[in-house]
């Protein structure tokens, strides 16, 4: 196997299941970028809106109308029709709905959360990768990682990921972490975290070869 593709690979993830690292050890193996975060500055540097601001909206519900209103005071940039008008969080997502278009016409890449898969819906060389994990695994991993009691860990991950899943199912229209939205789903709490990222790069491999 050579340790290249062409596929531009999206993961969407449970918060706690090692989702970002994961992505990363699979674009290191292919010799290719990982945005994280990074996609809120690029988006940030496309579309003029402050990165705080980003920061701030970053897979989060919509907020109420007059936060948005009150955020709206602080946006400048794009000014095509409509765009002004439109609550702060809608202006965020759309900024970064389209610095994820742009980032992958440049080539292969693994985009983690802020609903990649479905901006890249209509794109042949998409791949979308849902890692998840059993609960309690999770909280062990978060516990040691942030020093934090079983209890605090566990209302993190209940946080973040009633947070992203709001986000995600408001913003596509789907399910997020519904099996049939993905190309492939990954427990990295069975296959550990190495495993995990083995078992997408051997999955990217097959997915490349059929696309030939």
Not at 139 to 147: D, E, T
Not at 177 to 199: F, H, K, M, P, R
Request: glycine share 8%; net charge neutral; aromatic share 12%.
């Amino acid at each position: 196997m050579n340790n290249t593709t062409s596929s531009i690979i999206t993961i969407g993830r449970e918060y706690g299941s090692a989702g970002r690292q994961i992505g990363q050890e699979v674009a290191r193996y292919f010799g290719i970028k990982c945005y994280d975060k990074e996609l809120l500055e690029h988006a940030a540097n496309d579309s003029g809106i402050c990165k705080e601001l980003f920061e701030n909206h970053d897979e989060k519900p919509t907020n109420s109308f007059l936060y948005s209103l009150v955020m709206d005071t602080y946006s400048f940039g794009y000014s095509s029709a409509g765009f002004t008008d439109m609550p702060m969080n809608h202006k965020v997502f759309l900024a970064q709905f389209e610095a994820i278009k742009k980032l992958a016409a440049e080539g292969p890449c693994v985009m983690v959360g802020r609903c990649a898969d479905y901006a890249l819906a209509d794109n042949k060389d998409c791949f979308s990768v849902f890692v998840h994990a059993d609960l309690d695994w999770r909280i062990n991993r978060i516990a040691g990682k942030y020093n934090k009691t079983p209890k605090e860990a566990k209302d993190m991950i209940t946080k973040t990921d009633k947070s992203r899943a709001s986000y995600y199912n408001y913003y596509t229209n789907k399910k997020w972490g519904a099996a049939a939205g993905y190309s492939l789903c990954v427990d990295s709490g069975v296959l550990g975290i190495e495993g995990a990222a083995q078992a997408i790069i051997n999955t990217i491999h097959i997915f490349d070869d059929l696309k030939k």
